[in-house]
């Protein structure tokens, strides 16, 4: 089957408007992911003081509430996209970021657990706005520049998450309900920004009806495998982001008993792999994928994840663990290629459907590998066990390599021109 490749999305548009709406985008972005990092820490601790103070129900629910806040994604994704098909993508996202401003401040006033999952919830419905940023960027940048931009935005959410915490920290000292109104604060900034300066990017002749036979999870997923490269590109991403769960999954644990890190060595390893992922978008990206195109971004991040997570693994000290975040970082360029290269296989009319998809994807993937590699460590550090810390992170490195042998795969298969097009 031909795969269709975009030739206009942002092509005619004035290089002005289009640096303007790109510049909206990773402010979106960034604000988004600081309101995110905000509540990081004040989070558990509202979590536990609803549980009567008692630790393990409290990790409990939080697990529970991770979860649904993924299948919330999981459904809330593909029905956003495909809304921005329908609609364009200015509403969707100026809604979105609207009703995330309102989720925080029900999370800020929740009088009760009940009340705090339902601002969860809303909360992983809200956020899957992000399918739709990804689908302006399609509508408003050249297919080649794409790898690029998507570098940008990746560089901004590296920024928020690493300031988002500190600050995050800082206002719950103060009072613990205060990280939760500044991030409804802040996701309202954007909103609001977002209501002055941002144009409309998908013209009307792009758009498609909305059907919920296309929207519904299900069908988004048999979308992506409508087209053999689609297909195999989506299941090169899920083995990345199965592997790339091990961090946020077991990483404080794995450090804390392995090496005996505090938690003020543990963010301040958080914040340089942080600082790293956004040397590598927002600088490497660009000239990577000049060098060697959009599946030599992906191969090389796979083999960077694979390679930083050995070492992680191995690491018999502190200091040698360190050594392995610059390689796992990256990682970072997978991302920008493969989105570069799946948004050239669909149509204008089909972008936010495809972004949909994929964030659907990400969700099921995220409702189910932070069981399989949390078990996995506690099954190998428990008395009567191999001792294997790094076990979980060994997984990832297997998902990383296999990930790599199926996209080399499809790179030899792919034609020549196709090639030199990525």
């Known amino acids: 089957m031909a795969t269709p490749e975009i030739r206009k999305g942002g092509e005619g548009a004035p290089s002005r408007g289009r640096k303007a709406a790109v510049g909206f985008i990773l ?24 549980a009567g103070g008692d630790a393990s129900r409290a ?30 993508r200015r509403p969707v996202l100026l809604i979105s970021l609207f009703g995330l401003a309102l989720d925080y401040l029900v999370m800020a ?53 690493i300031a988002g ?10 009072a613990p309900r205060l990280p939760f109104l500044a991030a409804a604060a802040l996701t309202l900034l954007g909103a609001l920004y977002g209501l002055v300066v941002l144009p409309e990017s998908l013209k009307p002749e792009n758009r498609s009806p909305f059907r919920w036979a296309k929207a519904h999870p299900a069908a988004s997923l048999s ?24 961090l946020p ?6 450090a804390s008993n392995r090496y005996g890190w505090d938690m003020k060595v543990t963010g301040a390893a958080l914040a340089l792999t942080g600082v790293c992922n956004i040397v590598v978008q927002g600088v490497l990206v660009k000239h990577v994928v000049a060098r060697i195109g959009e599946w030599g971004a992906v191969l090389l991040g796979l083999v960077g994840g694979g390679l930083g997570f050995a070492i992680y693994g191995f690491a018999p000290s502190g200091w040698l663990f ?39 994807l990400t969700g099921l993937v995220g409702i189910v590998a932070p069981t399989i590699l949390g078990s996995t460590y506690a099954w190998f550090v428990a008395p ?12 990832g490195v297997a998902a990383y390599a296999l990930g790599s042998l199926i996209a080399l795969s499809a790179l030899v298969r792919a034609p020549r021109e196709a090639r030199a097009a990525a």
């Not at 604000?31 to 558990?44: H, K, Q, T």
């Not at 915490?165 to 103060?174: A, Q």
């Not at 796992?328 to 998809?357: C, D, H, K, W, Y």
Request: with cysteine; aromatic share 14%; net charge positive.
């Open 384 to 395: 009567g066990h191999p001792y294997v810390p790094g076990s979980a992170f060994f997984l």
């Open 59 to 88: 990790g409990l629910y939080i697990g529970w509430f991770g979860s649904l806040w993924c299948a919330a994604q999981f459904f809330g994704g593909p029905i956003q996209g495909a809304l921005s098909d329908r609609f364009g």
């Open 27 to 50: 402010v979106s972005v960034w604000l988004d992911v600081l309101s995110l990092g905000v509540i990081i820490p004040a989070y558990p601790k509202l979590v536990q003081q609803f």
């Open 223 to 246: 979308f992506l495998a409508s087209q053999r490269e689609l297909l195999t590109l989506s299941v090169v991403n899920v083995l990345a982001v199965f592997s790339h769960n091990a």
């Open 322 to 360: 360190v050594t392995g975040t610059p390689v796992f970082a990256l990682m970072g360029l997978f991302n920008p290629g493969f989105q570069g290269l799946i948004t050239r296989r669909v149509s204008p009319s089909e972008q936010g459907r495809l972004q949909g998809a994929n964030s659907a």
């Open 249 to 254: 999954t077991v990483f404080v644990l794995y």
């Open 165 to 174: 915490p500190s600050i995050g920290g800082l206002l719950g000292d103060i």
């Open 109 to 161: 006033f929740a009088p009760n657990l009940g009340w705090l999952l339902v601002g969860r919830v809303l909360s992983g419905v809200t956020a899957a706005s992000m399918p739709v940023a990804s689908a302006y960027i399609a509508d408003t940048t050249a297919p080649d520049k794409r790898a690029a931009t998507f570098g940008m935005i990746g560089a901004a959410w590296g920024v928020g998450f």
